[in-house]
């Protein structure tokens, strides 16, 4: 954990249940889960394996744990309590140092884990698509990762801030 970043003991006192929370209103986050597993509506699926939830979260504090300016801030995979299975991310942008929270939650399910991933600005109104760059790239190399060990998804058509795109 960062010492001086106020988001990061904010984030550490603040872990999300991704299942039934409430996303902000403003458009400066990104959601990724399967359909029906979240209250909120996802921005895109989010994937699935056939890990337990504890190995899913190891490959993904692995993959996530190495992009750039991240740091794991929250491990909940191993505590009991009711957001069990939860890591929670800060990774900082290039220039101007801004913190984003990206949480990851594994959700056991009849044949296998999901994988709910939210990504949010800790400042602004707008992020200029950030967080939603972020999870998809994110999910690209966990699939990587995963080697190929993730359940296929059929794409379907999501609404993302009034477009509507192919996922």
Known sequence: ?????????RANKKSLDLTTFTPPSSPNHALAAVSGLTRATPNRDGPVS?????EL?????????AQPRTHLVVNESEQTNPYTNTLVFVQRSLVFRFPDTIWAQAVERQGGTALIIF????????????????VDSWIAELEVALNGDVIAKQPRAIT??????LV
Not at 1 to 9: A, E, K, N, Q, T
Not at 50 to 54: A, F, L, M, N, V
Not at 57 to 65: A, E, Q
């Open 1 to 9: 954990m960062c010492l001086c970043c106020d988001v990061c003991l």
């Open 50 to 54: 056939t890990k337990s939830p504890t």
């Open 57 to 65: 979260l190891r490959t993904v504090r692995r993959v996530f744990g």
């Open 119 to 134: 990504s949010a600005s800790a400042y602004g109104h707008g992020d200029l698509g950030v967080n939603r760059a972020r």
């Open 160 to 165: 993302t801030h009034g477009t509507m795109s």
